[in-house]
Antibody
Framework: EVHLVESGGDLVQPGRSLRLSCAAS????????MHWVRQAPGKGLEWVSG????????GYADSVKGRFTISRDNAKNSLYLQMNSLRAEDTALYYC????????????????WGQGTLVTVSS | EIVLTQSPGTLSLSPGERATLSCRAS???????LAWYQQKPGQAPRLLIY???TRATGIPDRFSGSGSGTDFTLTLSRLEPEDVAVYYC?????????FGQGTKLEIK
């Protein structure tokens, strides 16, 4: 059974940094691209970032480009999101999501989601 | 960027009734690249449908998807109380993969 467990969410002040983690199990992690999708309180879903199976290709939403960095450690079956220069509008529940193919930007949907970790940016 | 517009915003129906949810794209996404997700209160989204009409593993046949080009429909036949959720469509034709704003389904 596929499990994606996010951690690292917290209350932080604007301008500070935070690192999210996602522990994956139940599938061959390095066979698949992974993504982060966020959901602001009471709002819809927004794609944040994606990374291919071998970390060679990564993509970011315009809203986070230059501030967030996605990475993965296949030996640890883990996905990460380094979030710098956080803003109030980054406040959201961040979901770790499994892609159905190994290349993050290929035409593919998300077949498994974690339960999310909450990031609150406020002074 | 492809914009997905879902309607209605909220749908309130009785158990046993049929629900029809719409998703309209600002440009063609073909039938291959459209998915539907269900998000129950307090839970993460769950994949329901991909390729516009293929049910994901474990999804009951009460759920069906149809459409092509720019107009897509998710149909829930014989509503049950457990179907209370927000339903999102998503295209995955190319980046950025955008979501619709969601349709909230309420059971009377």
């Amino acid at each position: 059974e596929v499990h994606l467990v996010e951690s690292g969410g917290d209350l932080v002040q604007p301008g500070r940094s935070l690192r999210l983690s996602c522990a994956a199990s139940g599938f061959t992690f390095d066979d698949y691209a992974m993504h982060w999708v966020r959901q602001a309180p009471g709002k819809g879903l927004e794609w944040v970032s994606g990374i291919s199976w071998n970390s060679n290709d990564r993509g970011y939403a315009d809203s986070v480009k230059g501030r967030f960095t996605i990475s993965r450690d296949n030996a640890k079956n883990s996905l990460y999101l380094q979030m710098n220069s956080l803003r109030a509008e980054d406040t959201a529940l961040y979901y770790c999501v499994k892609h159905i193919t190994n290349y993050y930007d290929s035409s593919g949907y998300y077949d498994y989601w974690g339960q999310g970790t909450l990031v609150t940016v406020s002074s | 960027e492809i914009v997905l517009t879902q309607s209605p915003g909220t749908l309130s129906l009785s158990p046993g009734e049929r629900a029809t949810l719409s998703c309209r794209a600002s440009q063609s996404v073909s039938s291959t690249y459209l998915a539907w997700y269900q998000q129950k209160p307090g839970q993460a989204p769950r994949l329901l449908i991909y390729g516009a009409s293929t049910r994901a593993t474990g999804i009951p046949d009460r759920f069906s998807g149809s459409g092509s080009g720019t107009d897509f429909t998710l149909t829930l036949s014989r509503l049950e109380p457990e179907d209370v959720a927000v339903y999102y469509c998503q295209h995955y034709r190319r980046s950025p993969r955008t979501f619709g704003q969601g349709t909230k389904l309420e059971i009377k």
